[in-house]
């Protein structure tokens, strides 16, 4: 099978952003290219919202698109060992009172982010409003949407521009009052029936210490994405008992980037699955 093709079968890309976070797609728009190219199963996966899945959920219930399922996802923003982490979180139930809280503080800290980068570039003689950041999103706030801010008032040509001129300062300047560790949310999805799988391993600092904390603690995946291997991973997975996971980490479409360009192939996603409802005795609560 040739993981480039535009054009691919019986797969499952695991995560996915919507326009509710920093995608630029609607969940129909998701769904709709998804079946296109005959993607299996999808899972919205947007930064500490599920309102993206929500509405994808109640778009695929329709006998029209019976023929895509859709996973419960989410991608959360955590840490460990003072290194800032994202953990996909897979199978939970949406409703789950517990999880919903802490969604809530997690929009919390990110607008509390948001305010304080505000703060910081009007500090640097940026006349930037919380208005001109807020139209730019639709769900969950990000750093996207104040670079979108950024680009639309002149101040910085792409969002390249301006992460390296005034974003990555910021965020480092950032202590953050909210954060919840990546341990504790992985025992709220464990109680919300779900596992959770580490996001994009390359970019995480202190990887070894890290790995073996998560792992440690109920991490049940560890994300491959096929042209940025972490060393090693199959020893790593190995290792620490992890099962792999996929996913396109698609935002938009463009030359390297689209729906399904990673995934699990239907063999590898009943094995994840399998090893999930294992880990959590059977009280899993999404089911194949």
Same mark, same amino acid.
């Given at each position: 099978?040739?993981?480039?093709?535009?054009?691919?079968?019986?797969?499952?890309?695991?995560?996915?952003?919507?326009?509710? *976070?920093?995608? %630029?797609?609607?969940?129909? %728009?998701?769904?709709?290219?998804?079946? !296109? @190219?005959?993607?299996?199963?999808?899972?919205?996966?947007?930064?500490?919202?599920?309102?993206?899945?929500?509405?994808?959920? *109640?778009?695929?219930?329709?006998? @029209?698109?019976?023929?895509?399922?859709?996973?419960?996802?989410?991608?959360?923003?955590?840490?460990?060992?003072?290194?800032?982490?994202?953990?996909?979180? =897979?199978?939970? %139930?949406?409703?789950?009172?517990?999880?919903?809280?802490?969604?809530?503080?997690?929009?919390?800290?990110?607008?509390?982010?948001? @305010?304080?980068?505000?703060?910081?570039?009007?500090?640097? %003689?940026?006349?930037? *409003?919380?208005?001109?950041?807020?139209?730019?999103?639709?769900?969950?706030?990000?750093?996207?949407?104040?670079?979108?801010?950024?680009?639309?008032?002149?101040?910085?040509?792409?969002?390249?521009?301006?992460?390296?001129?005034?974003?990555?300062?910021?965020?480092?300047? =950032?202590?953050?009052?909210?954060?919840?560790?990546?341990?504790?949310?992985?025992?709220?999805?464990?109680?919300?029936?779900?596992?959770? !799988?580490?996001?994009?391993?390359?970019?995480? *600092?202190?990887?070894?210490? !890290?790995?073996?904390?998560?792992?440690?603690?109920?991490?049940?995946?560890?994300?491959?994405?096929?042209?940025?291997?972490?060393?090693?991973?199959?020893?790593?997975?190995? @290792?620490?008992?992890?099962?792999?996971?996929?996913?396109?980490?698609?935002?938009?479409?463009?030359?390297?980037?689209?729906?399904?360009?990673?995934?699990?192939?239907?063999?590898?996603?009943?094995?994840?699955?399998?090893?999930?409802?294992?880990?959590?005795?059977?009280?899993?609560?999404?089911?194949?």
């Amino acid at each position: 099978m040739d993981r480039n093709s535009s054009i691919i079968l019986n797969i499952a890309d695991l995560h996915i952003h919507s326009f509710f *976070s920093d995608g %630029d797609l609607s969940p129909a %728009d998701i769904v709709e290219e998804s079946i !296109s @190219k005959n993607i299996s199963y999808i899972s919205i996966t947007d930064h500490d919202n599920l309102t993206g899945y929500k509405k994808a959920n *109640s778009i695929i219930k329709k006998s @029209k698109y019976n023929q895509i399922k859709l996973i419960p996802g989410i991608e959360l923003s955590s840490s460990i060992n003072d290194s800032s982490v994202h953990l996909l979180a =897979y199978f939970f %139930d949406p409703e789950n009172k517990d999880l919903n809280s802490v969604l809530k503080i997690l929009q919390l800290r990110r607008t509390e982010f948001a @305010k304080f980068a505000l703060e910081k570039l009007n500090e640097e %003689d940026v006349n930037i *409003s919380w208005g001109d950041i807020v139209k730019n999103s639709k769900g969950s706030i990000g750093r996207l949407h104040i670079a979108y801010a950024l680009i639309n008032l002149g101040y910085v040509r792409n969002t390249n521009d301006a992460f390296e001129t005034y974003l990555h300062k910021i965020k480092s300047l =950032y202590k953050n009052p909210y954060e919840i560790s990546a341990n504790e949310l992985i025992e709220v999805i464990r109680k919300a029936g779900g596992v959770c !799988s580490l996001a994009h391993p390359h970019t995480v *600092s202190n990887f070894d210490k !890290s790995i073996s904390g998560l792992s440690e603690n109920g991490l049940v995946g560890l994300e491959i994405i096929e042209d940025k291997k972490i060393k090693d991973c199959e020893e790593i997975m190995s @290792k620490f008992g992890l099962t792999k996971t996929a996913g396109s980490d698609f935002h938009r479409n463009g030359k390297k980037s689209y729906l399904g360009k990673n995934f699990l192939n239907e063999e590898e996603l009943l094995n994840f699955y399998n090893i999930s409802r294992n880990k959590l005795n059977g009280e899993i609560s999404w089911n194949m």
